[in-house]
């Protein structure tokens, strides 16, 4: 696995992806979980709660810290990826297939990136 960005994604300052569509997917970027380390624990919303595009929603436990997991999209959730909760490496091992975190019918966006836009971000930070 490497860093190339789908591009087909959208991308947040926060380091998830969302793949829009009904309902939208979310996820961690290559980029977060390569920062992380080995990915142990997921705290992830309940099917049924209402997030908040910017708010926190969940915590993600690696080896080396605990990051908070924020929405990148305001609705509800539909579904959370009960195979990453029982096998958290697999946020590591392939973050933009089998490690998607929750999927949301989507209300509203927050401020997402492009595929370049998040590239420029994380490169030049």
């Known amino acids: 696995m490497s860093d190339t960005l789908p591009v087909d994604l959208q991308y947040t300052a926060e380091h998830e992806w969302v793949a829009s569509g009904e309902p939208a997917t979310i996820g961690i970027t290559w980029t977060a979980q390569d920062a992380l380390g080995d990915v142990v624990y997921l705290e992830l919303p309940q099917v049924g709660d209402q997030v908040t595009a910017g708010a926190v929603v969940g915590e993600i436990e690696s080896t080396k810290s605990v990051s908070e997991l924020f929405s990148p ?23 933009y297939g089998a490690g998607w975190l929750f999927k949301v019918t989507v209300e509203a966006f927050g401020e997402l990136l492009s595929a370049e836009g998040y590239a420029e971000l994380t490169h030049n930070a």
């Open 73 to 95: 999209v305001t609705g509800t959730v539909v579904e959370i990826n009960e195979g990453a909760v029982a096998d958290p490496a697999l946020v590591n091992s392939d973050p």
